[in-house]
């Protein structure tokens, strides 16, 4: 079955660094474009990146400069790379497919104290 694992996440003071990392199995994860999505306390979750099959990348605006989506299609596994953190990056971190499936994964809480 479709199942996604996040790790990495933690707390970390305003301008550090975290990278975390999403092991994906159940699909075929070298066909497919992926993303990372983050819901904020009281917010619904957004996609915050995606990464095609071939590696193109695309950002949301705020994050942009900051943060850098990779993949490695041999082990199935994305990442996200997070700089320069912020507050307002406080939220738990997901990934899934582009166009997202319902299986989600437990999520990475991600801390920034300011």
């Known amino acids: 079955q479709v199942q996604f694992v996040e790790s990495g996440g933690g707390l970390v003071q305003a301008g550090g660094s975290l990278r975390l990392s999403c092991a994906a199995s159940?699909?075929?994860?070298?066909?497919?474009?992926m993303g990372w999505y983050r819901q904020a306390p009281g917010k619904q979750r957004e996609l915050v990146a995606h990464?095609?099959?071939?590696?193109?990348?695309t950002y949301v605006d705020s994050v942009k400069g900051r943060f850098t989506i990779s993949r490695d299609n041999a082990k199935n596994t994305l990442y996200l790379q997070m700089n320069n953190l912020k507050a307002e990056n406080t939220a738990i971190y997901y990934c899934?497919?582009?166009?997202?499936?319902?299986?989600w994964g437990q999520g990475t809480q991600v801390t920034v104290s300011s």
């Open positions: 899934n497919t582009y166009a997202p499936m319902d299986h």
């Open positions: 159940g699909i075929t994860f070298s066909l497919r474009r």
């Open positions: 990464i095609s099959p071939t590696a193109s990348t």
